[in-house]
């Protein structure tokens, strides 16, 4: 019997991945090497995840707060981004990843989002996994986009507010069709969800791991799958 076949994997796994800057903090170098370690291990990670039987990733790679940190890291993080996925696309889509970019476009650099939509143009087929890149991500602004555009079909006459349902709800979010997520996964030690699908997350068990992200391989990923698995998840029920 194959690993996967005695635990109860999760479909949806969301994660943070936290922890490159102290990573390379530790060993004298500057956090843009971090940025680039950590980019192997989320790649080494969504081939493991395929292999482990999850159909959905979603990678938290820049939020809408990340705008914070310095014009320099800011720069690399555009310029990077626009590299990681012009250079990926073709082993992912090798692989059946489909790639789906969640995010607002104001203030993205105009070449990463073209990546972005190159990727999920290749890639839209594919039905292994689902790679959700969060880019330009924060589950405050999906929601206030998603009342924004509900607010102008109601004013339109499209929707009545009577009829407003948590299914109207999710028709409005970024991606309507992601799955709830199942393991919310943050790497480095920090326990908190720093605005993180919050909608798609309610019911999400929560794994946080005492490592870097740069230090994350396949066998913990697992060691986090095996902790889920122990969880009893009730939705609510007695
Ligand atoms: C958090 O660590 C990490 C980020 C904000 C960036 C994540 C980006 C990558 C892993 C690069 C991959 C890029 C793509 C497009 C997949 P931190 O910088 O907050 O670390 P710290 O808390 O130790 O300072």
Redesign the pocket.
């Known amino acids: 019997m194959s690993k996967a076949s005695k635990i109860e994997v999760p479909q949806h796994i969301a994660i ?10 530790e060993r004298g170098l500057a ?1 843009t090497a ?3 370690a ?2 192997k ?3 080494d990670l969504v081939e493991a995840a395929i292999g482990f039987g999850v159909k959905e990733l979603s ?5 809408t707060e ?1 705008w914070k ?1 310095t014009p320099e ?1 800011v720069k690399f ?1 555009m310029g ?2 626009r590299d ?2 012009r250079n ?1 696309r073709d082993r992912l889509n090798e692989m059946g990843v489909k790639v789906q970019w969640i995010g607002r476009p104001q203030r993205l650099w105009k070449s990463v989002i073209e990546e972005l939509e190159e990727a999920e143009k290749l890639t839209k087929k594919n039905k292994v996994l689902t790679l959700n ?1 969060c ?1 330009n991500y924060g589950g405050r602004a999906e929601l206030v986009d998603a009342a924004t555009a509900l607010a102008r079909d109601v004013k339109r006459g499209k929707v009545k507010p009577d009829s407003i349902t948590e299914k109207t709800i999710e028709k409005y979010l970024y991606a309507p069709k992601m799955r709830d997520v199942d393991m919310f996964l943050r790497s ?1 030690g ?1 326990q908190r969800t720093s605005n993180f699908l919050p909608w798609q997350s309610t019911y999400a068990e929560f794994v946080f791991m005492d490592v ?3 230090d994350m391989t396949p066998a913990l990923l697992w060691k986090a799958i095996e902790e889920y698995s122990c969880r009893d998840r009730r939705f609510g029920k007695a």
């Open positions: 943070v991945m936290d922890g490159n800057g102290r990573w390379a903090k956090r971090g940025h680039e950590g980019e291990v989320l790649f990678a938290y790679a820049f939020s990340n940190r890291e993080l990077y981004s990681v996925l990926r890149m880019v480095s920090e870097l992200w740069p």
